[in-house]
């Protein structure tokens, strides 16, 4: 087997670093001295190390964080923000190269990936917000408070910023995770302690040495890297918090609520999702087979939004399953760094044994492994696609987000459309969803039925900057993305003037 491409002299120099804790705009040491080692998921070997902070360097940053938030960075005007923001997303463009091998290094992530993340989503997502700071408005109010007469009182809405945001992100897309916190948080006027993902930290160092070259003022935003028990939990509990932004599990999330209720901070939660895919007999085909391959197969299936419980209608069934089968072993399974792979690794051997786990229940509860089902022999934590059919609602990795790349197939007939809807609502999840039809009527008829954030026609995991993005049920609180996802990180202020 041929080595990965090797990374680039500036990408070697960054990963050689003896990395730290970005706060108050300088690098500081870890106070305990405590570091981890990070891994590249594509070899299984170590890649760097970084700075594990804990509990008193998140009280470092939220210090410096509150600081910035009453000092210098209150002092910028809205297009002030705008302009700095809108540079980020020049300087991300500007070192494109570089984050791209930073994060598929991290992540796993085929090339492919990383690019569209780093040369289009990103700055595209940052010069959506930085048109936002200028257009943040509260309003006038018709109010007639204690008895008052028009003209004798005036009322408004003030629209401020929450104050100091920690953000908490996960490893699956750690750029594009940090980048839907970042984005709104400077937009509004807050500042930030980042925590990104132990498995995944080197993207958010380098995105904070380039938020302060864009201008942003020392203390703005703060990156602890670290543990989710020690310094994620710290910071959720954080009397110095006024919000904690979350993704991740599920479980994770009932964790931050808890935490957040000594200051009952706010809480904004992106959390799992379990997403139906959803084909009637008239869709086209040459458009479901690879959208389906992609909904479950993309990062791997580490993806919050993952299309993994396909129903097909009986007539066009089989045909589906061999074609989303077909592409899933013609997959290029390989290290991120080299163009030709088309499907990385999971982001750890844990994960790839939580991912055998729930493969073998489908094959002993029953289900018919269609393709993939293990793990390919080679350095690096692979794992086949794969794709299970004769599923049943009842089957546990139907039931249970798996965040790999397991699609669980049932059918369905002309009869059975009430059972769909039933089922595709069945769990505790309610992220998103896809419905693939030429009708216009059946395909609105399943939108309005789908208890999910979104859900799209004829394309699955439909992304934009202007769109919000959030879940229903356990799959969080708040939006993100978009106008919405501007509004957890304000507070409104009524004000009545008598005069
Ligand atoms: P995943 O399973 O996708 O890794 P997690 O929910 O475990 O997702 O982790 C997402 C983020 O939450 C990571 O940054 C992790 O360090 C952090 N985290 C994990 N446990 C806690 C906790 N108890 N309190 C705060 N943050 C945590």
């Given at each position: ?44 070997e170590r890649i760097a190390t970084a700075a594990a902070g804990d509990a008193a360097d ?43 091998e930073l994060e598929v290094l991290d992540n796993g992530q085929p090339l492919a990936v ?135 599990s599920t479980e994770v999330g009932r964790l931050i609520v808890k935490a957040a209720t ?238």
């Open positions: 087997m041929t080595p990965p491409p090797s990374p680039s002299t500036a990408t070697r120099a960054f990963l050689a670093r003896p990395h730290a804790l970005y706060i108050g705009g300088r690098w500081v040491a870890p106070l305990a001295g405590r570091r981890f080692d990070v891994f590249d998921p594509g070899t299984g998140i009280d470092a940053a939220v210090a410096a964080a509150r600081a910035a938030f009453t000092g210098p960075w209150s002092k910028f005007t809205a297009g002030e923000r705008s302009r700095v923001i809108w540079k980020l997303a020049d300087l991300i463009e500007q070192h494109a190269a570089e984050l791209i990383a690019q569209h993340v780093v040369r289009n989503l990103a700055p595209e997502f940052f010069r959506y917000y930085a048109g936002w700071p200028t257009k943040i408005e509260g309003a006038t109010i018709p109010a007639a408070p204690q008895g008052r007469r028009p003209g004798e009182v005036l009322s408004f809405t003030l629209r401020e910023p929450i104050g100091v945001v920690g953000a908490i992100t996960p490893w699956n897309a750690p750029l594009p995770m940090l980048m839907v916190k970042l984005a709104p948080a400077l937009a509004t006027g807050c500042t930030l302690v980042l925590k990104p993902a132990e498995l995944t930290p080197l993207t958010a160092l380098r995105m904070a040495e380039l938020c302060s070259e864009a201008g942003v003022p020392d203390g703005v935003v703060n990156v602890v890297t670290g543990f989710g028990e020690t310094a994620g939990a710290a910071l959720a509990a954080h009397p110095g918090v006024d919000k904690i932004a979350f993704t991740g000594g200051n009952l901070k706010k809480v904004s939660l992106e959390l799992g999702g379990k997403s139906p895919v959803i084909v009637f007999d008239d869709a086209v085909l040459e458009q479901v087979i690879p959208g389906a391959a992609r909904a479950c197969f993309f990062l791997q299936g580490q993806n919050c939004m993952a299309g993994t419980r396909l129903y097909v209608h009986e007539k066009v069934h089989d045909q589906v399953v061999e074609g989303i089968a077909t592409i899933a072993r013609s997959m290029q399974l390989g290290h991120g760094l080299d163009p030709a792979s088309q499907f990385g690794p999971l982001i750890s051997a844990e994960q790839r044994e939580r991912v055998r786990g729930y493969v073998e229940a489908g094959r002993r509860e029953g289900g018919e492994l269609v393709c993939g089902g293990s793990a390919p022999a080679r350095p690096g934590w692979f794992f086949q696609p794969t794709v299970f059919a004769r599923m049943s609602a009842d089957m546990t990795p139907v039931k249970n987000e798996i965040f790999g790349p397991v699609l669980c197939v049932q059918s369905f007939g002309d009869d059975d459309l009430e059972r769909v809807a039933r089922e595709a609502n069945a769990t505790i999840y309610g992220l998103s969803g896809s419905v693939w039809t030429r009708d216009i009527g059946r395909a609105l008829g399943m939108v309005r039925r789908i208890d999910s954030g979104q859900v799209s026609v004829n394309m699955h995991a439909a992304v934009d900057p202007a769109m919000p993005f959030g879940g229903n049920r356990q799959s969080g609180w708040g939006r993100e993305f978009g106008k919405e996802g501007l509004e957890p990180y304000l507070k409104t202020k009524g004000v009545s003037v008598a005069w």
